[in-house]
Nanobody
Framework: QVHLVESGGGLVQAGGSLRLSCAASGRTFSGYAMGWFRQAPGKEREFVAVFSQSGHFTHVADSVQGRFAISRDYAKNSVYLQMNSLKPEDTAVYYC???????????????WGQGTQVTVSS
């Protein structure tokens, strides 16, 4: 029911910033929690941030607190991840996901984008 497409990844120096975008299809966008996850080579997919359905809350992982922020534009059916003060450890493929509730667990999200690569050089 939901098709997600990420964009905005790239190569950036440590300390730099990137803004990731996720465009969602369908008129039911507002009914889903939208999450960002990331996966580095050899690592499991980890939670980054979530914007809950109905705008109830946002939550950002401790590892990126104070550096990353999530936002939504309902008119554009899009969700964004603003990433500041990037570190080499942030290097990963970043995925947008949609689920029925704003959890931190990847298995709770039914729909996923294709991922966008973020590489932070030191």
């Amino acid at each position: 029911q939901v098709h997600l497409v990420e964009s905005g990844g790239g190569l950036v120096q440590a300390g730099g910033s990137l803004r990731l975008s996720c465009a969602a299809s369908g008129r039911t966008f507002s009914g889903y929690a939208m999450g960002w996850f990331r996966q580095a080579p050899g690592k499991e997919r980890e939670f980054v941030a979530v914007f809950s359905q109905s705008g109830h809350f946002t939550h950002v992982a401790d590892s990126v607190q104070g550096r990353f922020a999530i936002s939504r534009d309902y008119a554009k059916n899009s969700v964004y991840l603003q990433m500041n003060s990037l570190k080499p450890e942030d290097t990963a493929v970043y995925y947008c996901a949609a689920g029925s509730s704003g959890t931190t667990f990847a298995y709770d999200y039914a729909y996923w984008g294709q991922g966008t690569q973020v590489t932070v050089s030191s």
